[in-house]
């Protein structure tokens, strides 16, 4: 850990439902090492199917759960261990963007609740005149007008007004991190590209990092600076999202890359990838490469956890098939 790391996933292991059956449980994620510098504003993407640890490793982030094993840090300090003044720098500083843009509304208010409540919470404004002024300049920023949504109920609006208005209510409490959890999954393919824009807006004009949490590598490839790839809660491919997405080296991510439809309508898509239920169970084999089941290319060697070699690309694959590119890498930082 440096001083120019704003946070760190330092070998992070979650585990749920444990017994003395099954002591380990289910494993939802494993010894990750992830790491967002202070002084450099990314937006780092986490793709995976279902089942393989994303919503996890963004509830970790969030500080709503505490890891099996390693630390969340940060600013250097190990998120279970702060001090109330620290844990409440921490609640400002680190805010959440969900996948439904009308559950974190209560419907029997207007939207003005949702934008007021972080203002109370925090003492943003010294009084009510000021916190309407930062409520305005927060929706301009994300492309809207307050006339045009203050005094409205969540049903008013539409779902990507809903969603925006979510990212003002976190630019008012000026974050250093933004954990996006499938943001644009349940809004109209029409209005993806305009919560997309405003997302990468975020890193770009405002200095704020992300982690993107997503099942979709089209809009990873659009957004991200850099890509994990998790399955059943291991990284198996990092580096660039470009790169990583033109030129997949895992086999994993070769499927979940040849699985994105195509734009033929020649071309029937038959790409469906889910994790076989009984991987997810307590006690599932968890020895060795996890994907050397479903891998055309499965040997010998993957009966043991590969270590990450360096891909042709670049990027960081646990995969044997890598080995002799170059020495055991260190994981990516």
């Known amino acids: ?21 099954n002591p380990d449980g289910i494993v939802a994620l494993e010894d990750l090492n992830l790491v967002i510098e202070a002084d450099k504003p990314s937006i780092i993407a986490i793709a995976g199917e279902s089942g393989s640890g994303k919503t996890t490793l963004a509830r970790l982030g969030l500080g ?4 099996t094993g390693g630390r969340v840090i940060y600013k250097g300090q190990d998120l279970w261990a702060m001090s109330p003044q620290e844990r409440r720098d921490y609640r400002r500083e680190v805010q959440a963007i969900f996948q439904d843009p009308f559950a974190v509304y209560n419907p029997f208010y207007t939207v003005d609740r949702l934008l007021l409540t ?17 409520i305005e300049d927060a929706l301009t920023k994300v492309g809207l007008r307050a006339g045009e949504v203050l005094g409205r109920y969540p049903h008013q609006l539409s779902g990507g007004q809903r969603q925006r208005i979510v990212v003002a209510r976190s ?50 490839h659009q957004i991200s600076d850099k890509i994990f790839v998790l399955y ?12 990583v997405i033109r030129h997949p080296q895992h086999p994993y991510t070769q499927l979940l890359v040849s699985s994105i439809p195509r734009p033929d309508p020649d071309n029937t898509w038959e790409g469906r990838v889910e994790i076989p239920l009984e991987e997810l169970t307590p ?16 040997m010998v060697e993957c009966e043991t956890t590969p270590g990450h070699y360096t891909g042709g690309y ?20």
């Open 64 to 67: 709503m759960i505490k890891p």
């Open 232 to 243: 059943r809660g291991r990284a198996v491919e990092i580096g660039d999202a470009s790169t």
């Open 314 to 333: 670049g990027q960081s694959v646990a995969c044997y098939l890598y080995q002799d590119n170059s020495q055991v890498a260190e994981v990516a930082q």
């Open 1 to 21: 850990m440096t001083g120019k790391n704003l946070l760190e996933f330092d070998s992070v292991t979650m585990a749920f439902g444990g017994n003395k059956r």
């Open 118 to 134: 972080p203002i109370r919470t925090f003492k943003l404004a010294k009084d009510r005149t000021q916190a309407q002024e930062m």
């Open 171 to 220: 630019l008012l409490l000026q974050p250093k991190i933004i954990v996006a959890d499938e943001p644009v999954s349940m809004i109209d393919a029409s209005l993806r590209a305009n919560i997309l824009t405003k997302l990468k807006e975020l890193r770009d004009e405002f200095g704020i990092s992300l982690l993107y949490i997503t099942h979709d590598l089209a809009t990873a």
């Open 283 to 298: 006690g599932a084999d968890r020895r060795g490469c996890l994907f050397r089941h479903r891998c055309p290319h499965a």
